[in-house]
């Protein structure tokens, strides 16, 4: 069936937690980094939901998602009695049961509407995306919320908490300068057009998984199935957050060049027709100096350079709502403009997950608050 609707990005909205956590503060809970360890990861500040200094849990990913969805809902001037369609993307709900999605929508204060939750980190926003443009592009929904939010910090805070700082292992700080919390949300709305709405190059998608066979780049470990509870108990930590640094910086990149150019391919634009490329990490050392060795060449590197779209620097690396955070920075600073083509790209390390969709804007920037 061709798709009727026209769909379009209204907004945006985004949510970070408490006040920035600098580097100089998180010294002193966890120990410091090399320098040129610092430079590399590039991130100065992240927001965390918990209070560094104890551990507590100060809101959760659920209220985040709230008040970035609330946010995004004010800026289009629409209430949440507007929204039939919730797509959330989370690593880190509050329950395996019920999804969060429904926690969100009980939040909003909607007695009835869709909701889906995607359980995934960086690539589920702009799978979150995909599942909810189809759906409003078929009239199946009118006006859909997707939200990315992410709660990392509870993970972090076991590192440090009642330890001396000089004794944090240095692959465990490499971890707690890397992540941050928050919420971001994107509001779409579908019109009837009596005809097919379809264009190439709008709203195309990819989507691939390129680590079947290898080892994981990322894994979060307990509070699942894997081995009796009591057993999990035994554990040195009942959850923990293990990374594979030399798999991600190897392969991170050829997963990232593949993405570009399949999505190039999808779409049927040119590089040089993409004006933005919303790639969180897109600028970290330790992720873009191997883009060339990938198979990316020096001069598509270069066009690259002034077009990625990135706040890694401000909030660090926020799973899920990476995207969507990276996107209403853009949006908001005037970065991003009407009639220009972006490209929303999400890398997940966990099983090398790639995905991404193309998207030309229309919403004005928002007005100052």
Avoid at 46 to 65: I, K, Y
Avoid at 199 to 209: I, L, R, S, Y
Avoid at 323 to 348: H, K, N, Y
Wanted: hydrophobic share 40%; net charge negative; glycine share 10%.
């Amino acid at each position: 069936m061709s798709d009727t609707h026209l769909v379009k990005i209204l907004s945006t909205g985004a949510y970070l937690p408490g006040d920035p956590l600098d580097n100089a503060a998180l010294e002193k809970l966890g120990g410091p980094l090399p320098d040129d360890v610092l430079a590399g990861i590039q991130v100065k500040t992240r927001h965390w939901m918990v209070d560094p200094a104890t551990g507590e849990h100060l809101t959760t990913t659920s209220r985040m998602a709230e008040s970035a969805a609330r946010q995004a809902l004010d800026r289009a001037g629409l209430e949440p009695g507007d929204v039939d369609l919730l797509v959330v993307s989370t690593a880190s709900p509050e329950h395996l049961l019920p999804n969060v999605a429904t926690t969100v929508q009980h939040y909003l204060g909607l007695e009835r509407c869709a909701a889906i939750e995607v359980r995934a980190g960086c690539a589920g926003a702009v799978q979150a995306l995909d599942i909810a443009r189809r759906q409003l592009a078929d009239g199946t929904a009118r006006t859909a919320l997707v939200i990315g939010s992410e709660s990392i910090s509870p993970l972090l805070a076991p590192i440090y908490l009642g330890k001396d700082p000089q004794s944090v292992r240095m692959r465990d700080r490499l971890t707690l300068y890397t992540f941050g919390d928050g919420a971001g949300a994107v509001l779409l709305r579908a019109e009837p057009t009596g005809e097919a709405a379809g264009v190439q190059g709008e709203f195309a998608f990819v989507n691939d998984c390129m680590g079947g066979l290898r080892k994981p780049g990322m894994q979060i470990i307990g509070g699942g199935t894997d081995v009796a509870q009591a057993e999990q108990h035994r554990r040195k930590r009942l959850l923990e957050m293990k990374i594979d640094v030399p798999g991600t910086s190897t392969f991170g990149p050829k997963v990232f060049v593949t993405a570009i150019h399949d999505l190039l391919r999808r779409s049927g634009w040119s590089l040089d027709e993409v004006d933005a490329l919303v790639l969180p990490e897109g600028n970290a050392e330790y992720f873009s100096s191997e883009f060339e060795e990938a198979g990316l060449s020096a001069a598509d590197y270069e066009t690259l350079q002034g077009r990625i779209v990135e706040n890694l620097t401000e909030v660090g690396a926020t799973g899920s709502a990476a995207v969507p955070l990276s996107l209403d920075a853009g949006w908001v600073s005037g970065r991003i403009r009407p009639g220009q083509r972006l490209f929303l790209l999400g890398i997940e390390a966990s099983r090398y997950v790639y995905t991404g969709l193309s998207v030309t804007w229309h919403a004005q920037a928002p007005r100052a608050a």
